[in-house]
């Protein structure tokens, strides 16, 4: 494993690009993207909601979609990564949920900041409530995964009662840190890829 890290430490000194452009024709780094999403919705369920008892709310499950989706989109890619229909799909599809799960997240910190301001004494209609919030769901496209899973894509929870915080950030502000390292790492294996597209047709 150390082995492993200095030899892509090195590969990323010597041409940072190109070694993005690399990366993103081998399965292992959308295995590990797409694993990595699946891991935080697992344990999301698993730890928040079933071990702290910390009921999801309706934006709650609509960021869990959205993670799937990231999954799902790197698991198709890595089928056949250097293929450029796999590779365009998974990064469309990447993306998008990436996008999505963003103005969610951004929703429910507004969710959170709503219900903080009342708290400290605004009126509440006046600040105009905390928002819509349902106990049922509209996933994109029309998918009843409350139905499928409902342990899992059922919210039951109140937007904006914000119960857990690490290092002074609370759920949605880390979700937002999470979207921005997804995005980083997707950004650079873009424009990797585009590069060594550029190098190439200069030869």
């Known amino acids: ?10 590969e990323l000194r010597r041409d940072f690009w190109n070694t993005f452009a690399d990366w993103q ?17 697992i344990f999301a369920w698993v730890f928040f909601q079933e071990y702290l008892q910390l009921s999801a709310c309706e934006m709650c499950v609509y960021i869990r979609f959205s993670m799937l989706v990231i999954f799902l989109g790197a698991m198709f890619t890595a089928i056949r990564p250097n293929h450029i229909l796999f590779k365009t799909v998974g990064y469309i599809v990447v993306i998008w949920a990436i996008a999505r799960g963003s103005l969610w997240s951004i929703r429910l910190e507004k969710m959170y900041q709503r219900a903080e301001a009342i708290r400290n004494g605004a009126d509440f209609f006046s600040f105009g409530g905390l928002g819509h919030c349902s106990l049922e769901p ?9 139905q499928w899973l409902p342990k899992i894509f059922s919210p039951s929870g109140i ?10 950030l609370n759920m949605a502000e880390w979700m937002l840190v999470i979207y ?6 997707l950004a650079c294996m873009l424009i990797g890829w585009f590069v060594r ?4 047709n200069k030869k």
Not at 29 to 41: H, K, M, P, Q
Not at 159 to 168: I, S, V
Not at 197 to 200: E, L, N, S
């Open 1 to 10: 494993m150390f082995c492993l890290i200095s030899r892509s430490w090195n």
């Open 25 to 41: 024709d081998r399965r292992t780094i959308w295995i590990v993207g797409g694993l990595a999403a699946l891991f935080l919705d």
């Open 138 to 146: 509209t996933f994109p496209f029309g998918i009843p995964l409350h």
């Open 159 to 168: 937007c904006g009662e914000e119960n857990w915080r690490l290092l002074g």
């Open 180 to 185: 921005a390292c997804f995005s980083i790492l």
């Open 197 to 200: 597209g550029i190098r190439c």
